[in-house]
């Protein structure tokens, strides 16, 4: 399985781009659903082996435990972890605390078998009985569990004060004017963090703010103008960092964002920044609908549209002429251009065009599809 990195933009922007985000889109590629595989297989087998030559032996478990330290070109080296696995760790000469290379060390106490106490895995059975509770209704509808919870922070005497306590966990811990930080029972403010239902996203990586905040902008309605993406601080400051602008006035950027990333003559395309550019194709709110088109004409003189507009349809570029003349085929007509046997594969294309042309998510829609819920997992 080859990691292929996602490039948001073309040229400069795209190099940039890549260049921020690739370490974030490595760890997506790692959550793959046939590395998730490997890691289950792992978690299964690992408790079962009680020794460094069991674990030497099984090819697959050893690859996850010697990735998990970047240390995957050792694997062929069995005599090397061998003696690292059964290295004495309570012991300052033994052969893993001699070793410079801490992930070494760490791979001994994490899988090694030469303490009194044997490898230090957590254990894959430790119950989490919150786990499944994603918001406060689904913790206060539960009583059996809520009762649980309350019990753990000693707060038994609220259990009936349903209202209450909804204020408290749906209160923003991090701020200290916000319900639960204003009350005098400290323990209130522990229960609210454990749960943290209302706390502000932490972000790891630009890529990460970007695809979060488009995501939860996007929930509802959808984000369908460049007023809107400028109005949400959030959002806009993500924007700002992940295309590393250097202008960021509102005025400027509005300009940006609805200018039509395909003609040669509009104001994105004037700029000697190509990160403009950038920004401008990945939210699309320039992009010309095409529905509007009343001749070929006008597709046909922006040709990366038409390439973008073919792409929809899976259709390679057959010439200008070819086009116009699918274009303006009479599709009732069985004589017709378009319907011609060898020319049938575009008939959905002409139709789309004269009648009514399918919607197509952004790029950066695109990009939080793909992405987002392997994000939230990292």
């Known amino acids: 399985m080859t990691f292929s990195p996602y490039v948001l933009g073309t040229g400069i922007a795209g190099w940039n781009f890549l260049d921020r985000t690739r370490v974030q889109q490595q760890q ?82 994490t899988f090694g078998f030469g303490g009194e106490t044997g490898p230090q895995l957590p254990s894959s059975s430790v119950e989490k009985p919150y786990a499944n509770v994603a918001s406060p209704e689904d913790l206060l509808s539960n009583q059996t569990l809520l009762n649980q919870a309350l019990d753990d922070f000693g707060l038994k005497k609220y259990a009936g004060n349903e209202f209450f306590l909804m204020r408290v966990l749906e209160s923003d811990t991090t701020d200290p004017a916000s319900f639960v930080n204003r009350l005098s029972d400290s ?95 990945a939210f699309g709110f320039g992009i010309p609908d095409i529905n509007s088109f009343t001749s070929p004409e006008e597709l046909l003189a922006q040709p990366q549209l038409l390439e973008d ?4 349809f899976n259709l390679s570029n057959p010439g200008e002429q070819y086009i116009r003349d699918v274009l303006e085929s009479d599709l009732s007509d069985p004589n017709s251009f378009v319907n011609q046997p060898s020319n049938l594969a575009f008939y959905d294309f002409a139709e789309a065009f004269q009648n009514e042309w399918p919607s197509a998510p952004s790029r950066m829609q695109v990009l939080a599809n793909e992405v987002g819920g392997k994000l939230a997992k990292l």
């Open 309 to 312: 507009a073919l792409e929809q």
């Open 28 to 109: 997506i590629f790692e959550k793959s659903p046939i590395l998730d595989r490997a890691v289950q297989d792992f978690t299964q087998k690992i408790e079962g082996i009680q020794s460094s030559d069991q674990l030497l032996d099984d090819y697959n478990v050893l690859k996850v435990a010697l990735g998990a330290f970047g240390l995957e070109e050792d694997i062929n080296n069995r005599a090397f972890i061998k003696k690292l696995l059964d290295s004495d760790l309570s012991e300052p000469t033994s052969f893993a605390n001699r070793l410079n290379d801490n992930r070494y060390l760490g791979l001994a106490q």
């Open 187 to 281: 323990k209130l403010a522990d229960f609210a963090n454990a749960f943290q239902f209302n706390q502000p996203p932490e972000y790891t990586s630009s890529m990460e703010a970007l695809v979060g905040e488009f995501n939860a902008m996007n929930d509802g309605n959808g984000l369908t103008t460049a007023d809107e993406l400028l109005e949400n601080k959030d959002l806009l400051a993500a924007v700002v960092e992940s295309f590393d602008l250097e202008y960021t006035n509102t005025i400027f950027l509005k300009r940006m964002l609805e200018s039509n990333p395909y003609d040669p003559n509009s104001p994105v395309n004037q700029q000697e920044d190509p990160r403009y550019l950038a920004m401008s194709r």
